[in-house]
């Protein structure tokens, strides 16, 4: 590892970060290793992303349907009370200055997440820069190595670029707001530094409504922060409390958050009725700890409260379901929930919280839980107990957020990608918290860097290694043929060629149609289905009976659910070449 030379006479701490000609010179040494780390992940993201361009996820069909209000001028039409309008925005933008064919929707959607994904590393070198500052090893090339592996880690292994989400963008938002937070923490930029961490966050919220709670977090954060820097300003050992200049620097970033923020509380309320930031977490919290219908919800179980905007169910063995209401887009049950389940009974449930709340703990342990440890494991050395616990004082500021997002998601609903960028800042910051500057002129030390920073790109690098095959498969497939590899476009193809039209009402015979993108790239819209198995072609005839009488111009047939043997002759169906797929027109 290379040596950081620093003045003998002012060997910084976390509390004393490393001055800043130190810090230039230590980055000019480091840059053909950043360089270089830089390659890898634009390299690694672009194959991602470029694998899974004629993928688009259910959430994602919902961000299109929005994008396309923004891309015609429309753009306060494109905020909804469930899907935050920031990648809609974006994407909606992309389309008015490319213009792409319907072909071509998915590549530029993709290049879009991209763009957010090389944002999200520029926030993370900020980030990494700042906590550099407070463990000078980071600066090396190991040091680089170790902060990168973690970075390709979140990025492309706990959110990925396959899925059309603002995750990544939420990413950028973490990592820039702790990096403000640690610079706060250092004193730099005054009320610029606060100012500037609120609006941040404030953009944050407008890329994802779980920002809103959790900017509360970083704000307290924040005013930690200031107490902080008055404390080491003032040279006092024990002040009695926070000073008014902390307050006021602290209650500038609450004023900026407010400020960007306002406007989206505001329109959503007003839409709504009533107060409100977003839907997403009410309904959430009633489909995943009350543990009421994600879909079709008709007013049952009992107890769950009456629909304001009911769906139709036309039959009930086997179900089929109509919602063509007054909501637009592909899908409209995805489109906006909130509408569907507008009268909602969301209770507390302490049973089933609590029940949540381990399994959402038992899956962060499964997660990251051996790259926390392995990242307390130089305090662990150094120090036992009595280490870890210093660590922790020292990365308070950076941590404290990050762990305060992990029990908002634990309390509801833990993906790996709504977590990357908090487990990341965990990661980092309790390593170099582990490892601060004073501690480098020790062997044992360096050891323990070099151990624990190994393990923990093992670690990283394991999780990514089976990325690697499905990313090559695709990127073959597409190679040989490219239209073909484009299954859901090949779809649409054919039910053009059947007579469907863009702008057609249909119905599915699928337990999957929210899962399809291939209703997007035909331009209909999906306005019944019948979600469950009919198992022969009596009861595909029924359904196809009960779907044309609700007034679809065609009924889709998903291969999953097609009886076996050919269509009883006369019927009418016609497959759609060789996907699997058949439709049958109502004539």
Known sequence: MTAIDIPSAAAPSSAHPLPAAVAEREASRARPALLAWWAVLLIVGALQAWSARHYVNPDGVSYLDLSDRAAAGRWGQAISSYWSPLLPWLLGLAVRLVRPSPYFEATLAHLVLYATYVSSAASFEFLRRELSRRAAWLWSPFGIAVSYTLFVWSGIALVGLEKLTPDPLVAAVVFAATALLLRAERGVGGGRTYVMLGATLGVGYWAKAALFPAAFAFLAAAAVAAWRSGRAGSGKAHPRGPSAGAVSRALLALLAFALVAAPLVVALSVAKGAPTFGEVGRLAYGWFVNGYPQFWWTGEPAGSGSPVHPIRQLMQEPRVFEFGGEVEGTYPLWLDPSYWYQGLAVRMAPLRQLDRLLRGVRDYVALFGVLVGLSLLPAVISGGARGVVRAARRAAVAVLPA???????????????????????????????????????QPTARAAALSAGGAVMLVAGVTLAPLVAPTLRALWQQARDDEAAHRDWVIARHLREAGVRPGDAVGTISGTTMLAYWPRAAGVRVVAEAPDDPRSWEAVGRVTATLFAAGVRAVVLDPAYRPPGPAPAGTGWVSLGDTGYAVRLNR
Not at 408 to 431: H, K, N, Q
């Open 403 to 441: 762990v305060a997002m992990l029990g908002l998601y634990a309390l509801v609903l833990v993906e790996s990608r709504y977590v990357a960028a908090p487990a990341v800042v965990l990661c980092l910051a309790l390593l170099a918290a582990s490892l601060p500057l004073e501690s480098l002129r």
